[in-house]
């Protein structure tokens, strides 16, 4: 295989290595530590997501949240049917005499697991179909993806017999396994999400490394192009989207184990934005470096919502300006330039020591 | 055997007949020239058979199936290829790349999700030592010169394998020697190919074409050998405007 499937492999690797062992230890195996961590994990799934979508595909899909919100909603529903004693509360406040139709098969935890995946996945391929049997493109995709996330997020607060309303689904309880009650400040706890994301990972490291990657970035390219050599371009596009929303609501059921509770602000505007600022700081060609950018932009969060409260979002918002205008490519882009020209720096220093046939070849190499 | 059958093909653009009642047929493995001046619809009949445009009027057979209404990729599938007039080529991808997406006997979903980047670029071996590519299998396409992209882009429908290659203006800045090369090339293809080339260069015509047609407002002005057409006289009207 190429040589670039290797670095992605070995950053794979390391990348894992280091959530799963380095993390907990530097924060001294301390359980709310893990926790917000968890937090970051959580949400560097969501990044990746987009990475594989906009990176890749070249959809800028500023409605991930939308398909987080579904992930999360379906294990906060299924979280709050195991808290509540028949009707959960908030129903009995809006008059909702009996336990609504839909929320009935959120009793059964595998319908929860598999909702969370595939209706995002489902929500997402359907908006995908009728956007790119249309051939829609470019910033279009943006705009309707947007509008969507809008749509939807009314949607859901209105229902407030549903859904909570703008409370969200809170006073949830711990999710339990067969053998093992999930308790969000556990360390068992944080090694589910760091392994989460890291399948996540090698998802994406293969997929974008699959011919399906490849015709993916032609289509991004020259979509007329790649439809002259016979590809279906709506039918790889709407894959994509259809992955990206279902790793999105993947995210979205492990945000609500962390928070323990779900909130209609998860398919905000703002936080759907924000998904694209981690994203491009980390570098949008790479699942593994737009999950790094959501864990650096939030631990930044962190650490800078508590010293300035309100200053947080210009800060974010000027972090991306400077991104997009010096770094267009991320700290990816960064990092794989300063490779590219030591590996170019190394070839001429090999050429000069070792003989100088291998130099007049290599000098007239360059000329041709 | 006639692999392509155009009957009555008509296309207008806002009030301007580009095609205007065109019928030809081409056989298989045979080398079709288009000639014509500036605007006479060479391009846009080409565009009219790969479906990048869409006909008002007439119809395309390929193999006896009507096509002129099919989606392009769905043409592609049935053995289209097309070279654009200007060099096409993924420049953010490397030259193995370009030729892995190029190489589409598979172009389905699933066998792609199945399969690793580069795996049908083993299918191609050759094709870049044919075109002298073989050295630069990992530069980027946009770092190619333009000589280079254009044998890149032949690369890509040779190794497309289309039985039908339609090719737009495919000699356009190359050198004497590099157009040479292309005629070497496109007459091997024609063991296994039928091509249909737009083009110029009317040393490159008479090098390679097995019958010509010329084209004139959208129409068909003139059809045989090299010898037939440069004896004929409404061409030499047509061309030279009296």
């Known amino acids: 295989m190429t040589s670039r499937f290797h670095y992605d492999l070995v950053a794979l690797v390391i990348f894992t290595v280091v959530i799963v062992f380095g993390v907990p230890a530097l924060m001294n195996y301390d359980g709310f530590e893990l926790n917000t961590f968890a937090r970051y994990l959580a949400l560097a799934i969501v990044s990746m997501a987009l990475a594989l979508s906009w990176g890749t595909a070249g959809l800028l899909n500023l409605g991930q949240a939308a398909t987080f919100g579904m992930g999360s909603y379906a294990m906060a529903m299924h979280l709050k049917l195991r808290a509540s004693n028949g009707l959960p509360d908030f129903m009995g406040w809006n008059n909702v005499p009996e336990l609504p139709l839909i929320w009935m098969p959120f009793e059964s935890l595998a319908f929860t697991l598999l909702a969370g995946l595939l209706i995002p996945a489902f929500v ?49 309880a711990q999710l339990s396994l067969p053998g093992w009650t999930v308790d969000p400040y556990s360390m068992g706890f944080y090694y589910l999400v760091a392994g989460c994301l890291a399948v996540a990972l090698a998802v994406g490291v293969y997929l974008t490394h699959s011919k399906f990657g490849l015709v993916l970035r032609a289509i991004r390219e020259d979509a007329d192009r790649t439809r002259f050599f016979g590809y279906n371009v709506a039918t790889y596009q709407t894959a994509v989207f259809c992955i990206s929303a279902a790793l999105a609501g993947w995210a979205g059921m492990l945000y609500t184990m962390v928070l323990e509770f779900a909130s209609p602000t998860y398919m905000g505007v703002s936080f759907s934005l924000a998904i694209v600022i981690w994203c491009a700081v980390g570098g949008r060609e790479s699942v593994i470096a737009a999950a790094f950018g959501a864990i650096i932009v939030n631990m930044l969060e962190g650490r800078l919502s508590d010293v300035f409260v309100e200053g947080w979002h210009l800060m974010l918002g000027v972090i991306f300006v400077l991104v997009v205008m010096f770094m267009p490519r991320g700290i990816y882009g960064l990092l794989s330039e300063l490779a590219a020209k030591l590996r170019r720096a190394g070839r001429q220093g ?19 | 055997m006639q692999q392509l059958q155009v009957t ?17 047929a081409v056989e298989e493995g045979e080398i079709l020239c288009l000639l014509g001046p500036n605007g006479a619809g060479k391009s846009t009949t080409l565009d009219l058979i790969c479906g990048k445009t869409q006909p008002t009027g007439g119809s395309i057979r390929l193999n006896g199936t009507e096509i002129s209404q099919m989606l392009e990729f769905r043409r592609a599938r049935l053995g289209i290829g097309r070279k654009f007039q200007v060099p096409s080529v993924y420049r953010d991808l ?85 157009t040479e090369k292309t005629a070497e090339i496109f007459r091997s293809l024609s063991d296994s190919h039928t091509l249909i080339v737009v083009e110029h260069d009317m040393s490159f015509v008479r090098t390679v074409a097995d019958r010509i047609i010329v084209m004139n407002r959208g129409a068909m002005l003139a059809e045989g050998s090299i010898e037939e057409i440069e004896t004929n006289e409404d061409v030499k009207t047509a061309y030279l405007g009296h």
């Open chain 1, 124 to 172: 997402g391929g359907l908006i995908a179909i009728f956007m790119f049997r249309a051939r829609i493109a470019g910033v279009f995709v943006a705009i309707i993806t947007l509008a969507f996330l809008v749509a939807f997020q009314l949607l859901v607060i209105d229902q407030q017999g549903l859904t909570g309303g703008q409370n969200g689904l809170t006073g949830l």
């Open chain 1, 350 to 368: 090999n050429a000069a020591s070792i003989d100088p046939s291998s130099k007049t070849q290599l000098e007239t190499g360059q000329e041709q």
């Open chain 2, 94 to 178: 490397t030259v193995a790349e370009n030729l892995s997406v190029a190489r589409s006997r598979r172009p389905g979903l699933w066998s792609a999700l199945t399969r690793f980047s580069l795996s049908d670029v083993r299918e191609t071996e050759g094709i870049l030592e044919r075109v002298d590519l073989s050295s630069k299998r990992e530069e980027l396409a946009g770092n190619l010169s333009h000589g280079e992209t254009q044998w890149l882009e032949i690369a890509m429908l040779i190794a497309q394998d289309s039985r039908l290659i339609l090719m737009d203006e495919p000699t356009a800045g190359m050198t004497i020697q590099e």
């Open chain 2, 8 to 24: 009555d093909l008509h296309v207008e653009f806002g009030g301007l007949r580009a095609v205007d009642g065109l019928s030809f």
